[in-house]
C-alpha cells in the first residue's frame, strides 16, 4: 500500500511540474534557469545517491524533482520570451552549486553525496526565491505546491529511518515551501 501512496505524490508532482512547463512555454512563467539547470542535475544525483545508499520508494520523489526541471527547461527553450534574465547572482550562485556536485563527485560517499546534491540544490534555489519575493508574477506555484506534496509522500515508504531515506525529502518540502510562499504573498499583496 505504501508504495503507491510515494507513486501518487511523485504523480501529483509530475502534474505539477507539467503545469509549470506549459506556463513557461506559453511565457507566464518565466524560469530561472541556472535554479531549473542545477535543480535537474542535483536532484537526479540525489536520486542516485540515495539509491546507493539504500533507499527504495522514498528516492521516487527525488528522481521526480529531477526530471521535472528537465521538462521545465524544455519548454523555456522552446520559447524563447519565457526566460528570466540572468545576473551576477545567478552566476555566482550556479557557480557555488556546480562547486558542490564536484565535491560529491570527489567523495563519491553515498550520504557525502546527498548534503552535496542538497547544498547544489539550495544554493541553485536562491535566485527563484529572490525573484519570487521581488517578481511573483513571474512564477508559477504549481510545481512547488506539488513538489511539496510528493516530498512528503516519501515519508509513507520509509521503513528504516536513515538518512539517505530521510534527508532529501525533508529537504525537498522545506525548500519548495520557501519558494512558495512568497509567490503567496505576493499574490495576496495584488488582491
Given at each position: 500500500m505504501l508504495?503507491?501512496?510515494?507513486?501518487a505524490?511523485?504523480?501529483?508532482?509530475?502534474?505539477?511540474?507539467l503545469y509549470?512547463?506549459?506556463?513557461?512555454?506559453?511565457?507566464?512563467?518565466k524560469?530561472?534557469?541556472v535554479?531549473?539547470v542545477?535543480?535537474?542535475s542535483?536532484d537526479?544525483i540525489?536520486t542516485?545517491?540515495?539509491?546507493?545508499?539504500g533507499?527504495?520508494w522514498a528516492?521516487l520523489?527525488?528522481?521526480?524533482?529531477?526530471?521535472?526541471?528537465?521538462i521545465?527547461i524544455?519548454a523555456?527553450l522552446a520559447?524563447?520570451k519565457?526566460y528570466w534574465?540572468?545576473?551576477k547572482l545567478?552566476y555566482?550562485c550556479g557557480?557555488l552549486?556546480?562547486?558542490?556536485?564536484?565535491?560529491?563527485?570527489?567523495?563519491?560517499?553515498p550520504?557525502?553525496a546527498?548534503?552535496f546534491?542538497?547544498?547544489?540544490?539550495?544554493?541553485a534555489?536562491?535566485?527563484t526565491?529572490?525573484?519570487g519575493w521581488?517578481?511573483?508574477?513571474?512564477?508559477?506555484?504549481s510545481a512547488?505546491v506539488a513538489?511539496i506534496?510528493?516530498?512528503?509522500s516519501?515519508f509513507t515508504?520509509i521503513?528504516v529511518?536513515?538518512f539517505?531515506?530521510?534527508a532529501?525529502p525533508?529537504?525537498?518540502?522545506?525548500i519548495?515551501?520557501?519558494i512558495?510562499?512568497?509567490l503567496?504573498?505576493?499574490?495576496?499583496?495584488?488582491?
Amino acid at each position: 500500500m505504501l508504495p503507491y501512496i510515494v507513486i501518487a505524490g511523485s504523480l501529483v508532482g509530475l502534474f505539477g511540474m507539467l503545469y509549470y512547463a506549459k506556463d513557461t512555454f506559453f511565457g507566464s512563467t518565466k524560469p530561472n534557469l541556472v535554479s531549473w539547470v542545477m535543480w535537474c542535475s542535483a536532484d537526479l544525483i540525489g536520486t542516485a545517491a540515495s539509491v546507493a545508499a539504500g533507499a527504495t520508494w522514498a528516492a521516487l520523489p527525488t528522481f521526480v524533482a529531477g526530471f521535472g526541471p528537465l521538462i521545465v527547461i524544455i519548454a523555456s527553450l522552446a520559447n524563447k520570451k519565457a526566460y528570466w534574465k540572468l545576473g551576477k547572482l545567478d552566476y555566482l550562485c550556479g557557480s557555488l552549486s556546480a562547486l558542490a556536485l564536484v565535491l560529491w563527485v570527489v567523495t563519491k560517499a553515498p550520504s557525502v553525496a546527498i548534503v552535496f546534491a542538497i547544498a547544489t540544490d539550495a544554493l541553485a534555489a536562491v535566485p527563484t526565491v529572490i525573484k519570487g519575493w521581488r517578481h511573483p508574477e513571474t512564477e508559477s506555484s504549481s510545481a512547488y505546491v506539488a513538489g511539496i506534496i510528493s516530498a512528503l509522500s516519501a515519508f509513507t515508504a520509509i521503513t528504516v529511518w536513515t538518512f539517505p531515506e530521510y534527508a532529501f525529502p525533508a529537504y525537498l518540502v522545506a525548500i519548495n515551501a520557501v519558494i512558495a510562499f512568497p509567490l503567496f504573498l505576493g499574490r495576496l499583496a495584488k488582491k
